[in-house]
């Protein structure tokens, strides 16, 4: 049997840190305000000029670094974002020519919001699983900033911009669980409530880019839920419990979502990969980053058993069950 192996990590932060002090001289709000609610101190925002395809291609050069790996190895690149450089072409094309990968590499887009790193990597480890690639580049790169209201506190204080990589290979070895490489992926979506979190705007119905609206504590509620219950289906599916995870990587969206899932799960906290603080909510990039950083503090170790969730706007929500 074919699995999809993580063989390599990277992520990417502007250099522009923006704190909770810097955001109070914009808008009504402050560092007690934002820490209390969220958890978050800090966020990263991207520079002038500088677009998510330029954050992504710095976490793909990074990850394949981390592989040792070169972009002439790559033969698939799946990108997940919301905040594509253009409506057309996909930004997974313009990181393929900047990584200088072989002509005719498939490339192309994952939109599903804050999971879409989840459904990009179901989509690669099927596609590797498949004989379709061997090789897979899976991103999520966001550049949130940019779709901000800068007039809404309840908002605009939550994102920040950032990208994040991992390197798929494929691997023919024999064994259970006990073997590395993604066990399952899976997805799941409602779009009965597209309307708690959304952007108001796209090229079909305004012809522009909108900002963010959100329903904070509904989608807190329906994300504690969900996640619960897609961990546990991810789990229950090989027979585990959450007791037998090392870690859950989580889509850091709010330290409170965070805590709340961990304590439906039952999961010591401290197996719990925490990075809001200091990035914010990076949608898409916000699971990849994670998992770089927590891979280079060396939290995350090979031969871990770990979970990735998340949630976002639709919604949509996934998790997939991981041996390092």
């Not at 690669?124 to 897979?136: C, E, I, Q, Y």
């Not at 209201?149 to 070895?173: H, P």
Request: proline share 3%.
């Amino acid at each position: 049997m074919v699995r999809s192996v993580l063989a390599g990590f990277g992520g990417y932060l502007p250099a522009n840190r923006v704190t909770n002090d810097d955001l109070a001289r914009r808008v009504e709000t402050s560092d007690a305000w934002i820490r209390e609610r969220t958890g978050i101190e800090a966020r990263h925002f991207a520079a002038e000029g500088e677009l998510t395809s330029d954050l992504a291609t710095a976490a793909a050069r990074a990850a394949l670094a981390d592989a040792g790996l070169d972009a002439q190895a790559v033969d698939l690149i799946v990108l997940a974002t919301a905040t594509p450089d253009q409506t057309f072409p996909a930004t997974a094309v313009r990181v393929q020519a900047a990584l200088g990968c072989r002509p005719g590499t498939p490339a192309f887009d994952v939109q599903a919001v804050c999971s879409g790193f989840l459904y990009a990597l179901g989509v690669a480890d099927s596609m590797v699983k498949a004989g379709l690639a061997r090789t897979a580049l899976v991103i999520g790169a966001e550049t949130f900033s940019r779709i901000l209201d800068f007039n809404d506190r309840t908002t605009c204080v939550l994102f920040g911009d950032g990208a994040g990589a991992v390197v798929l290979q494929a691997s023919e070895a024999e064994g259970g669980l006990e073997v590395p490489g993604i066990h399952s992926v899976h997805l799941h979506a409602d779009g009965r409530h597209q309307g708690l979190l959304y952007v108001d705007g796209g090229p079909s119905s305004t012809r522009t880019v909108g900002v963010v609206h959100m329903q904070g504590r509904e989608v807190f509620r329906h994300a504690v839920n969900n996640l619960h219950a897609v961990v546990v289906e991810a789990l229950a599916a090989h027979g585990l419990t959450p007791a037998d995870l090392d870690w859950l990587v989580p889509h850091q969206a709010n330290q409170r979502i965070l805590d709340g899932t961990a304590r439906k799960l039952e999961i010591d906290p401290a197996r719990v990969v925490s990075t809001v603080a200091q990035h914010a909510n990076t949608s898409a990039a916000s699971v990849p980053l994670a998992l770089s950083v927590a891979r280079a503090d060396g939290r995350l170790k090979r031969g871990d058993l770990i979970a990735l969730e998340a949630l976002g706007g639709g919604f949509t929500w996934g998790a997939a069950l991981v041996r390092l």
